[in-house]
């Protein structure tokens, strides 16, 4: 491996334009970074610049235009202050009793013992019992296999799986997907994923296989953006969700889909998506329960699905998963898998809308604006101190390209957005690496020089 090489990708030069450091940072799994790099490369490179006329989507349930909708999920994780054990969500129950023997809450009972961390017998590793799926299935990446108590992997594939079990796995190939099919858009579908992101998609080196015009919304970080105290780090949530979700940084999947971390606070994950200025947060919350009696495990997980820019409203919440209920469920013969009816029921509302008014993410083209469509929308931009301003100066470069403003509004529109002295800069030349000088203060450090 060479300077700026991948495993088993050969030799990478040096990144020089803000379209290398893009697929770089792609690779490394700093999605913002790749992002950024992306958008700004859109707006430093006036080819680039008119192409946006054809590259930017319309997604309605933003209500805004997008070079693509950017995802993050995370999880929330309840355990008893002393269990240590596997979470053992569905897919990987153990020492399930027979029938009539059932404990726990509602007769709903999963095998392992408190501070054992739910081997599945004699001489097995934890987390590698089998259960209802397992065979051939997802979650195959040995979650688990770290022991008692630190068994919580670190990579966001693997805590999804770890936590969740299938309704994670089977969720997360459902939605990468329809990511892969350009569903949230085409822009960041064929950059390179990070190596260590497992498998997911394919490709080299990745392992297996409606709105109004006039209802614009105000972007990320105007009235009604996540807020509230910035000190507080990660939340301790106890066990191995705690070490899990302590000490890593958001790390991209794949280009436009993030893990955020496993925490016990539902705002420090809402903080996080705001800090990775994504658009759209799915949040597993995963509680687990343990009979003082029989010591036996049950993990219950639900799926919520929030947009950031509205983070008190629950766009959608899937039915409670309970791992013994859909493992005993398993046992009769049913139309639907209960696991499979949920992933179902949540793609749905991304690619039709919740109903009540709410409508679909996944992108459309763009709506037959008016000017003074476009021109509220970057007045709204402008006005929002905005915290993605690289994104939304590409929004405003689209509205050129597509003739909806003039140059002088293009131009108050950056004014506004970044300053009038990094404007001038930006707009009196056409050499990416003299227009990137008037954005460096908004590109990560090592892609300023």
């Not at 240590?84 to 007769?107: N, S």
């Not at 509230?228 to 940084?249: E, I, L, Q």
């Not at 509302?349 to 679909?360: H, I, S």
């Amino acid at each position: 491996m060479g300077a700026g090489g991948f495993p088993g990708r050969g030799t990478v030069v040096e990144p020089v334009t803000l379209l290398d450091f893009a697929k770089r940072a792609f690779q490394e799994g700093n999605d913002k970074d790749g992002y950024d790099y992306l958008c700004a490369h859109y707006i430093c490179n006036e080819k680039e610049g008119e192409d946006l006329k054809s590259k930017i989507k319309w997604s309605p349930g933003l209500k805004h235009p997008v070079l693509a909708v950017r995802i993050g999920i995370g999880i929330i994780y309840a355990a008893p202050k002393d269990f240590t054990g596997d979470p053992q969500p569905v897919g990987r129950v153990k020492e399930l009793p027979a029938a009539g023997g059932l404990g726990g809450p509602g007769g709903m009972a999963g095998g392992g013992r408190r501070g054992r961390g739910g081997a599945g017998g004699p001489g097995m590793m934890p987390g590698m019992a089998g259960g209802p799926g397992m065979a051939g299935g997802p979650g195959m990446m040995g979650p688990g296999m770290g022991g008692p108590g630190g068994s919580a992997p670190a990579d966001g594939r693997s805590q999804i799986d770890y936590y969740t079990g299938e309704f994670g796995t089977r969720f997360l190939e459902s939605l990468e997907s329809r990511i892969m099919d350009g569903k949230f858009g085409d822009t960041l579908k064929d950059f390179e994923s990070p190596p260590s992101a497992g498998a997911g998609r394919g490709g080299p080196g990745m392992g297996m296989p409606g709105m109004a015009p006039g209802g614009l919304m105000a972007p990320v970080g105007g009235a009604g953006a996540i807020g509230g105290p910035m000190g507080d780090g990660p939340p301790g949530a106890g066990g191995a969700a705690g070490a899990a979700g302590s000490s890593k940084d958001p790390k991209g999947i794949l280009p436009g889909l993030v893990m955020l971390g496993v925490g016990s606070s539902k705002d420090w994950l809402e903080r996080r998506a705001k800090d990775q200025t994504l658009d759209l947060l799915f949040i597993f919350e995963v509680k687990i329960a343990q009979s003082l009696k029989t010591e036996i495990v049950n993990n219950t997980t639900t799926l919520k699905l929030y947009a950031v820019q509205k983070p008190a409203e629950v766009v959608f919440t899937t039915a409670a998963i309970n791992a013994v209920g859909v493992t005993k469920a398993r046992e009769k013969v049913k139309d639907k898998d209960p696991v499979d009816n949920e992933v179902e029921r949540m793609m749905n509302v991304l690619e039709k809308g919740a109903g009540d008014g709410k409508l679909p993410f996944v992108v459309t083209g763009m709506p037959a604006l008016q000017p003074e469509h476009a021109m509220r929308r970057v007045n709204l931009i402008t006005a929002s101190q905005s915290a993605a301003p690289l994104a939304h100066l590409v929004e405003i470069r689209a509205f050129k390209a597509m003739r909806l403003i003039s140059g002088q509004q293009y131009q108050d529109g950056v004014k506004g957005l970044i300053g009038p002295e990094k404007a001038e800069t930006l707009l009196k030349t056409d050499k990416e690496a003299d227009a990137k000088v008037a954005l460096a203060s908004f590109l990560p450090r090592k892609g300023r020089r």
